[in-house]
């Protein structure tokens, strides 16, 4: 089944997924280069992150959830919307690790103290994440070619 056969809701999920991967890829290529670059290791982390949601904005608002709207009203407050959701959810995340390990997810996973913890809480950010993104921040009607 090819990406255009399907239903649009698994399409959208499927295309989430799979830019999600490629937003990993944006920050980890990006951290590398500040670092190779010389810059002080927390500073390359934060702005890989900038780099990384900049890149998840562009292709969940083009190609995820198909907004086209370039008005620049719109755009800046999709863009202040979808960076506010992601430190919300970055806050979850650094909230929600700590209390899993203390309710018993600290054991080790794979030889990795606490990934259980881990990935849950990368579960809880990933779902959030979208549901901001779908029913929050990209609701604009979406603009189609008319040939589809």
């Given at each position: 089944?090819?990406?255009?056969?399907?239903?649009?809701g698994?399409?959208?999920?499927?295309?989430?997924?799979?830019?999600?991967?490629?937003?990993?890829?944006?920050?980890?290529?990006?951290?590398?280069v500040?670092?190779?670059?010389?810059l002080?290791?927390?500073?390359?982390?934060?702005?890989?992150?900038?780099?990384?949601?900049?890149?998840?904005?562009?292709?969940?608002?083009?190609?995820?959830?198909e907004?086209?709207?370039?008005?620049?009203?719109?755009?800046?407050?999709?863009?202040?919307?979808?960076?506010?959701?992601?430190?919300?959810?970055?806050?979850?995340?650094?909230?929600?690790?700590?209390?899993?390990?203390?309710?018993?997810?600290?054991?080790?996973?794979?030889?990795?103290?606490?990934?259980?913890?881990?990935i849950?809480?990368?579960?809880?950010?990933?779902v959030?994440?979208?549901?901001?993104?779908?029913?929050?921040?990209?609701?604009?009607?979406?603009?189609?070619?008319?040939?589809?």
């Amino acid at each position: 089944m090819t990406v255009d056969k399907m239903s649009d809701g698994r399409r959208e999920v499927f295309l989430y997924l799979l830019f999600g991967g490629f937003t990993v890829l944006v920050s980890w290529a990006s951290y590398a280069v500040f670092v190779w670059f010389g810059l002080e290791l927390n500073v390359s982390n934060i702005l890989s992150w900038i780099c990384a949601v900049s890149f998840a904005f562009v292709v969940n608002k083009w190609f995820v959830f198909e907004n086209r709207s370039t008005e620049k009203r719109t755009v800046m407050r999709e863009l202040g919307s979808f960076f506010g959701a992601r430190v919300l959810t970055g806050i979850i995340a650094i909230t929600l690790f700590p209390i899993l390990l203390h309710f018993g997810m600290d054991g080790e996973l794979f030889g990795t103290a606490g990934l259980q913890a881990r990935i849950v809480t990368s579960l809880v950010e990933i779902v959030l994440n979208w549901v901001f993104s779908k029913y929050l921040i990209f609701t604009e009607k979406r603009q189609k070619d008319p040939e589809q």
